[in-house]
């Protein structure tokens, strides 16, 4: 058989990063029978360790400390049961040779950096390992990049120690906070969040006063906002007064990686000016062993965790392909048919677009689809199949995926790009890294020899970057300024940066936040601004929510619908032949706004909001993803609530629910406006658009409601490159609209 997994995209987890406007899912999707025949699959669980005729309170903990608390005699069996099934597999892991260092450093020192590869049990040990210390008094913090991440990281922890997981019990000991979902309970010691989340918690709590220790995990990826995150630590551990207040107990720090450059960060904590080893040369001098001392507090240590890795087979392409996904196809079926042994297939894509295109002709080639495969990506592959996994670079270092021994890189990813000189972030298709080449190839090596083809041919790889660009050198910086000016920072240029961003980006950053007065004219936050900073939004995003608040524009509830909408990744099914997509917009017909797709977005919420029956069947007659309307429905219901909390809604405000009048949707408009301003062009006569700001040539994106029209102006939430310049996310305006807005602004 043939397993078809999806994983989803990295860039469309994007809403705790800057400019994001993304909710990710993953899930495993499709099944289709075999029509191979191969020796058995070699996984098999391993046998639990303890006694099942055993009394549940006697089962071994990891240290004897689990096995006799009082919560011991409260965890039901079947969790205890999982825990001893699961211990011998967490000893296995070659974290668990360091765990005495890495006690032994935290001890001495309030910052350590790990580096280790990917799978040798990082993400899911040390917050174990520092639970039971004695310092560790209070909640132990992980940041995670990707959502998914966090949410099967916590599972995964809480199935170890034998605990529920969150809001299930107020006695679970591990829960996780990522944007819109929050499952945490007042005996949560170990908490998984997304970088975004934890920023969001320091602009609440500048010194992190509930947490004994933070844990910044996957830092090769150097997001915004684990550069953030890390100024920020830099200046707690060193004791720089935060927004006027102190901790009353050191924070230990652990920054973890795959691939880190240890060095950088081990002399960004530790900026003593002196190593160890020169200060102990000169011991004898009284000054140098005070400086010592000094140093000993803010000393960072190292620990290397040697990862087990099996011989990986390269193989190049011999000339460069246009066309990855024809050539990933063809590779899915020949490694399935003539590769003797098991082993599933890991293919890294660039985006949901071509990961649901290839999934698409997998399927179409292997038979008989069954809708119904529940999330077993972490599973092991039932006998004579094959799981093939779609992903996007999350599987580089952020899921491990077991059973894999076949790998396909594309050798391209999505990466966000500001184009400074056009003010626009846009997300391209990019060749990756050979940091990440390399982290691509390791997953086939994971648990026996297996075989990476690269579909790029030995020159390709040779002229690739060696390292991938911080995104914080390549990014739009006006979340990233907007919280740091939240938090209390206002000489934005002189925060501790690990890589200090141009300076012509940060200005423009600024400058943008002027814009949305976000910020005064002195540079610091306005009160707009701190609102803004309260939402998880982009600040353009967020602009338009506090414009929808404003007594003349009264549509607050319509643009948390539309804004809803726009965060998660596609509300209709992507439809691949012309038949079902003929199918489809005749079947949306009475969803279509011909003003655009923020009030088509608007409509599809509020009739599937208004659904009462059967909401499935509603979005299968509309080629409506039911699962997208739900976590709009989860993100419609927590922004309507930090409404409230803002004071920007009252409680209980009715929405009205009748297709929108003219004004009501020039109101909404108005408000897309306010915010994205500077994503704004105007119809050219020979029928082409043109950006008002900057002059860029731009076409609808085919996936738009406006595709193929023309209208005198029109507002967009985001630019795509695929060879060439698409806006997505449109609406119809008028030029003096337009006008309007910049008038307001200058
Ligand atoms: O952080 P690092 O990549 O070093 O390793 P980890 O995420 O702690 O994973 C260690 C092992 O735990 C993996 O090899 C998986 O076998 C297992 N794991 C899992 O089964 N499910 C998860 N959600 C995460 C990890």
Request: aromatic fraction near 6%; include cysteine.
């Amino acid at each position: 058989r043939v397993e078809v997994a999806k994983k989803g995209d990295g860039k469309s987890i994007k809403f705790d990063e800057p400019n994001a406007s993304r909710v990710d899912e993953a899930d495993v999707k499709t099944e289709a029978p075999s029509r191979r025949s191969g020796s058995p699959s070699q996984r098999q669980s391993s046998k639990p360790l303890s006694n099942p005729g055993r009394k549940d309170n006697k089962s071994s903990g990891r240290n004897g400390k689990l096995a006799n608390t009082k919560h011991q005699q409260s965890i039901p069996p079947h969790l205890l049961r999982k825990r001893d099934e699961l211990l011998p597999k967490r000893k296995a892991l070659p974290i668990w040779l360091k765990v005495d260092e890495i006690k032994a450093s935290l001890k001495k020192n309030n910052v350590l950096v790990l580096t280790g590869e990917t799978g040798s049990g990082k993400s899911t040990q040390v917050p174990q390992f520092l639970l039971n210390e004695k310092w560790c008094t209070r909640c132990i913090a992980i940041t995670q990049p990707r959502r998914v991440a966090a949410i099967s990281l916590a599972r995964r922890v809480a199935e170890e120690m034998g605990s529920y997981m969150g809001s299930q019990s107020p006695m679970a000991k591990v829960g996780y906070s990522v944007r819109f979902d929050n499952a945490t309970g007042p005996n949560t010691k170990i908490k998984f969040l997304t970088e975004g989340m934890l920023l969001q918690e320091m602009l609440r709590d500048p010194v992190m006063s509930q947490y004994s220790a933070v844990v910044v995990d996957e830092v090769h990826e150097r997001s915004v906002n684990v550069d953030l995150i890390l100024g920020f630590l830099k200046n707690l551990v060193a004791g720089v007064e935060q927004s006027g207040k102190k901790r009353d107990q050191p924070l230990k720090v652990v920054i973890m990686s795959a691939t880190a450059d240890v060095e950088a960060l081990v002399d960004f904590f530790d900026d003593s000016g002196a190593s160890e080893k020169t200060l102990s040369a000169s011991n004898d001098d009284a000054d140098m062993k005070d400086a010592l001392e000094q140093a000993v507090t803010s000393r960072v240590s190292k620990c290397f965790v040697e990862g087990r890795q099996f011989p990986v087979e390269m193989i190049h392409l011999p000339s460069p392909t246009q066309d990855w996904v024809e050539s990933a196809l063809k590779l899915i079926f020949q490694i399935h048919y003539k590769e003797p042994l098991p082993g599933d297939i890991l293919v890294f894509l660039t985006g949901q677009d071509t990961i649901e295109g290839l999934e698409k002709l997998v399927n179409d080639y292997a038979e008989g689809m069954d809708n119904e495969v529940p999330k077993r990506i972490f599973e092991p592959t039932p006998v004579r199949t094959r799981k093939v996994i779609l992903a996007t670079n999350i599987a580089e270092t952020s899921v491990t995926v077991p059973g894999v021994r076949y790998v396909i890189d594309c050798g391209k990813s999505k990466t966000k790009q500001f184009r400074s000189r056009l003010g626009l972030e846009s997300l391209l298709v990019k060749p990756i890294s050979k940091s990440a080449a390399i982290q691509r190839k390791g997953r086939a090596g994971r648990e026996a020899p297996g075989q990476c083809y690269r579909l790029y041919t030995e020159s390709g790889y040779a002229e690739m970057e060696e390292r991938t660009t911080p995104e914080i050198l390549r990014c739009d910086l006006s979340q990233a300024i907007l919280t740091m000016k939240a938090r209390g920072v206002n000489d934005v240029l002189n925060f501790p940066f690990l890589d200090r961003p141009p300076r012509d980006a940060l200005e423009k950053a600024l400058l943008h936040l002027l814009h949305l007065q976000a910020l005064t004219e002195t540079g610091t936050i306005s009160e707009i601004g701190l609102k803004i900073a309260k939402f998880p939004l982009t600040p353009t995003l967020g602009r338009v929510l506090v414009e929808a608040a404003k007594p003349e524009r009264d549509c607050l509830l319509d643009v948390i619908d539309i804004i809803s909408a726009l965060s998660v990744e596609n509300v209709f099914l992507n439809l691949v032949t012309e038949e079902r997509k003929e199918e489809a917009s005749e079947a949306r017909r009475e969803l279509y706004r011909r003003e655009g797709d923020h009030m088509t977005l608007l409509v599809t919420v509020q009739r599937y909001a208004e659904e009462q029956s059967d909401r499935k069947a509603w979005c299968i007659r509309h080629f409506v993803s039911h699962r997208a309307m739900q976590n709009v429905m989860n993100v419609r219901k927590q922004l309507r609530q930090q409404c409230q909390q803002l004071k920007l809604l009252a409680p209980g405000e009715e929405q009205d629910m009748k297709a929108p009048s003219e004004e009501r949707t020039k109101n909404v408009l108005a408000c897309m406006l306010r915010g994205f301003v500077a994503n704004t062009a105007r119809l050219m006569p020979d029928g082409s658009y043109k950006t008002l700001n900057g002059n860029q040539l731009v076409a609808i994106h085919p996936g738009s409601v406006l595709f193929g029209k023309k209208v005198e102006a029109i507002v967009f939430n985001e630019f795509v490159f695929t060879g060439k310049a698409w806006a997505r996310g449109v609406s119809a305006v008028q030029l003096d609209w337009v006008s309007e807005v910049i008038d307001s602004i200058l």
